[in-house]
C-alpha cells in the first residue's frame, strides 16, 4: 500500500457517461483533429486502434477506441507460456457440474507479498473462453501493489467488485479508483496494473467472454431509472514514459503467457473511443420496486447486462441489491424461494443480506445453479411472516449477483477448498410444515 496512491486516487478526475464516444488527453494537442490516422500524428505519438468488437458489428454495439502512444504496442518481444497458478479458464472440465447449493467463506488471507495477480483464484464459471461465450467467476485476495508488472485478458473483459480494500486501476486510457461499495469494469484486451489503498484488499471479479456488458433495456419503466449511464466514470488520459523492463501477461485462450519489454505499455497521452474502463458507485443505482404488493423478481436491479444470441436470455447479469425501501401490503418481503432456469453466484460487501440471517458473510458467496431450490433460510422466513407490515429501510448491506444463462461448474480448488461451507442445506431445516385442510 502507497500513500503515493491513495493521494493520487483522491486526486482523480473522470469524464462521465456508460457508452459515450469519449475523448481525452495528457498533453494538449495529442489528439489529431478531423481524423484518427494522419499521416504524421501529433508530437511523434504512434496512432493505433484498439478494437473490442468486429469491425462490421451494428454502430450501437461497436467498441473500439484510438490511442496515440509514445510506442506501438507491436513493438515487442515473443510471449512465453508461464504458470496459472489458481486461475482457471473455461471450458471447465476438472468437476462435473453439481446441482447441490454450495456456499463459501472468505477466502483465506494470502501470504505476504500476494499482488492483484498473484492473488487470482477461480471458483468457476460456464461456456468457452475460446469462442467467445460465457463466463468465468474469480475472486482476489492481495497484500502488495503490482510493481513493474502489467496485466491484460483477452478472453473477456473484467468486472471487478472490491469488498475489502481500495484498488488503483493504472489502465492504457488512465487511471480509476474502485473502492468497496463500487465496481469497475475493465475491457477485453485493455492492460492495467492493479496498486492497494489500504494495507489489503479482497474482492470479487466476473470475467464476461461474451458480448460487452452494456446497460439493459428500460422498457415499460420508461427512459429513467436502474442505473444511470451518466454515473458511470471514464479516465481521463494518463501516461508513464519509462524505460526500465516491465513484464506483460496476457491472459489468452485460458493461459497465462509473460513477455518482459523494456519499457511501460501504459505510455498513450491521448486517446478516443467508446472501447474504454469505468468505475460505477453502486449505491448509486436506482432502485424500482412494488409499492403495492409482492416482491419484484430481481431482473429489477440488473445494473449491466450481456446479450446473447436469444433476446431477453442473458450471458451474465450484473445485479445488485442496493438500499431500498420495502413497502408492499400483504407481502412476503424478502426474496421468495424460487428455482431458476439461470444460475445465481450471489456475494456480499458489507452488512447482510435480507434473504439469509446468519452464515452468508462479506467476502463469501453462494452459488444456486439452474433449477436448484433456494430462498430465505428458516429463521428469515420465521421472521418476516410475522413481521408488522410497516415501511422498512434496507440498508445495513450490500449484496450483488452475477446470473448466468448457463449452468456455473465450479472448478476442483473450490469444490474442495477449505472455506467451502459445507453445511449450506441445514439453513433450511426447520420448515414446518402448516398446511391445514
Keep these: 500500500m502507497s500513500e503515493q496512491a491513495r493521494k493520487t486516487a483522491e486526486a482523480l478526475e473522470y469524464l462521465t457517461g456508460f457508452g459515450n464516444e469519449h475523448s481525452s488527453e495528457a498533453v494538449p494537442g495529442a489528439l489529431p483533429i478531423g481524423r484518427n490516422s494522419p499521416q504524421r500524428a501529433p508530437l511523434g505519438l504512434y496512432a493505433e486502434q484498439l478494437s473490442g468488437s468486429a469491425f462490421t458489428e451494428p454502430r450501437t454495439h461497436n467498441r473500439r477506441s484510438w490511442l496515440y502512444r509514445i510506442r506501438p504496442s507491436a513493438a515487442h518481444p515473443p510471449f512465453t507460456r508461464i ?36 492473488g487470482l483464484w477461480t471458483l468457476g464459471g460456464n461456456g468457452d473462453a475460446a469462442q467467445r461465450a460465457g463466463m468465468a467467476i474469480h475472486l ?112 489468452f485462450c485460458g493461459n497465462l503467457w509473460s513477455a518482459t519489454y523494456d519499457h511501460s505499455p501504459l505510455d498513450v497521452v491521448a486517446w478516443h ?70 444460475s445465481e453466484y450471489m456475494g456480499l460487501v458489507e452488512g447482510a443480506y435480507d434473504a439469509k440471517a446468519e452464515g452468508f458473510v462479506p467476502g463469501g458467496g453462494s452459488l444456486h445453479n439452474m433449477m436448484s431450490a433456494h430462498g430465505p433460510d428458516h429463521e428469515t422466513f420465521e421472521r418476516a411472516s410475522a413481521a408488522e407490515l410497516k415501511p422498512q429501510k434496507i440498508d445495513d448491506g450490500l449484496a450483488f449477483m452475477f446470473e448466468t444463462r448457463w449452468p456455473i461448474t465450479a472448478t476442483a480448488q473450490a469444490a474442495g477448498a477449505d472455506h467451502l461451507q459445507r453445511g449450506y442445506d441445514d439453513v433450511w431445516q426447520g420448515l414446518q410444515r402448516h398446511f391445514r385442510a
Design 140 to 251: 482476489y485476495a492481495a497484500n502488495a501493489d503490482m510493481t513493474d508488472r502489467v496485466f491484460s485478458d483477452s478472453d473477456g473483459e473484467l468486472l471487478i467488485v472490491p469488498e475489502r480494500g481500495g484498488l488503483l486501476l493504472r489502465t492504457e486510457l488512465g487511471l480509476l479508483a474502485a473502492r468497496p461499495g463500487d465496481m469497475a469494469l475493465i475491457p477485453r484486451g485493455v492492460r492495467f496494473r492493479v496498486e492497494l489503498l489500504d494495507a489489503d484488499a479482497r474482492g470479487y471479479i466476473c470475467e464476461n467472454y461474451g458480448q460487452p456488458f452494456e446497460l439493459p433495456n428500460l422498457g415499460p419503466i420508461g427512459a429513467n431509472g436502474l442505473a444511470a449511464a451518466r454515473d458511470f466514470q471514464a479516465p481521463v488520459a494518463a501516461y508513464e514514459d519509462t524505460e526500465r523492463p516491465t513484464e506483460v501477461i496476457n491472459k
Design 83 to 118: 504458470d496459472n497458478g489458481a486461475l482457471r479458464s473455461a471450458p471447465f472440465t476438472e468437476a462435473a457440474a453439481d446441482p447441490n447449493r454450495l456456499r463459501w467463506n472468505p477466502l483465506p488471507d494470502p501470504a505476504p507479498g500476494t499482488d492483484f495477480l498473484s
Design 273 to 342: 473511443g467508446s472501447h474504454v474502463p469505468y468505475v460505477y458507485d453502486m449505491r448509486r443505482f436506482n432502485v424500482l420496486g412494488s409499492i403495492s404488493y409482492d416482491h419484484p423478481d430481481p431482473s429489477i436491479f440488473t445494473v449491466l447486462t450481456s446479450p446473447s444470441d436469444t433476446p431477453g436470455l442473458a450471458g451474465v447479469d450484473f445485479v445488485v441489491f442496493a438500499p431500498r425501501w420495502l413497502v408492499g401490503e400483504d407481502t412476503f418481503r424478502p426474496p421468495y424461494f424460487h428455482r431458476n432456469v439461470m
